[in-house]
């Protein structure tokens, strides 16, 4: 049985207070939508709600787009904004995932913060110029933060993301809805190529090799197994419960040529 205890609820105004509360309490811990945490057991001294630090905005800058830590998974498939930008991926990123309930609940901070290796949206925003704010880290480029460990002692405050990537494609394989996928795909071309791929089940990431290979010989039907090869030898894929890596690994042949054909890489 999973068991949560929580001694103090708090819900900080500003984010100073909210990082004040986080490294003072050992045992202190930010509560996004609480979706997640809940399905394990912990005992948190403190548990810091970030609902009211004005983290639940989507806004629309002049080159990028900033979509605040508290913004739902929800507001996302919803947003015009972000639909107009990025030609629906990141809508259709997360639109599988478990149900409307959830996604109303489930939130873009703790979502990207946790680097979850299963994160269909993780992979999306791989492949559009993502950075990401932190409260004490600053701005770094979603790319370096995903290589990194998951630290425990800061708070996602924002993504920024440049606008206008709409040649962009998302694409992921499960086994029925609501249950995690089994391998996703990105890609983009703004005008080079970027392949993310998820769910492995590791966490994303680029397809550096296919990316280059593809930016110096296109893609064609004569070398679509040249490229299958590379990007077979160097994303590592794993075994579980949803499928081995060899499944995995023709799994990622399928989603990527679906991927190359929507971005116009390859004719149908
Ligand atoms: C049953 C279930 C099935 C799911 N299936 C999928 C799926 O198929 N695909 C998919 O992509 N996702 C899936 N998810 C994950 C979901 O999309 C979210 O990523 C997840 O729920 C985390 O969001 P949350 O707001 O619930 O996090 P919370 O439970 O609030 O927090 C999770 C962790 O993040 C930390 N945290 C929260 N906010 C911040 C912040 N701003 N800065 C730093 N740390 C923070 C918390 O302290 C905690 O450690 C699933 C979730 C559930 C519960």
Redesign the pocket.
């Known amino acids: 049985m999973n068991l949560i205890t929580i001694k103090n609820y708090i819900f900080p105004s500003t984010l100073e207070e909210a990082y004040g509360h986080l490294i003072s309490n050992k045992n202190a ?11 394990g057991s912990k005992n948190i001294s403190t548990a ?1 709600d ?1 609902s009211k630090c004005g ?1 639940n905005s989507i806004n629309e800058l002049k080159e990028s787009i900033e979509i605040g ?2 913004v ?2 929800g507001e996302i498939e919803a947003s015009p904004i972000l639909n107009k930008n990025f030609n629906n991926m990141l809508s259709n ?2 639109k ?3 149900g409307v309930q ?2 109303n ?3 873009v ?6 680097k ?1 290796g ?5 992979t999306a925003l791989m492949v559009l110029d993502t950075k990401v704010k ?1 409260y004490k880290g600053g701005i770094i480029p979603l790319e370096a933060f995903m290589a990194e460990k998951v630290a425990s002692k ?4 924002s993504i920024i993301i440049k606008s206008k990537y709409k040649n962009v494609s998302f694409k992921s394989m ?1 086994n029925s809805r ?4 089994i391998l996703n795909i990105a890609v983009s071309k703004n005008p080079t190529i970027k392949i993310a791929v998820g ?1 492995r089940p590791g966490r994303a990431v680029l397809a550096y090799n296919t990316m280059e290979y593809i930016s110096n010989y296109g893609v064609n039907n004569k070398n679509l197994k040249d490229i299958y090869d590379i990007i077979s030898n160097e994303i590592v894929f794993g075994s579980n419960s949803r499928g081995s890596s060899q499944y995995r690994q023709a799994i990622c042949k399928v989603l990527l040529k679906k991927a190359l054909l929507e971005v116009g890489y390859l004719e149908a």
């Open positions: 811990t930010l509560i996004g939508g609480g979706a997640f945490i809940r399905m810091i970030l983290l830590a508290m739902t998974l990123s997360v599988e995932i478990v959830l996604r609940i489930a939130t901070g703790a979502t990207v913060y946790s979850y299963f994160s269909d949206f993780n932190l800061d708070i996602l405050q499960r609501g249950d995690y996928a769910a």
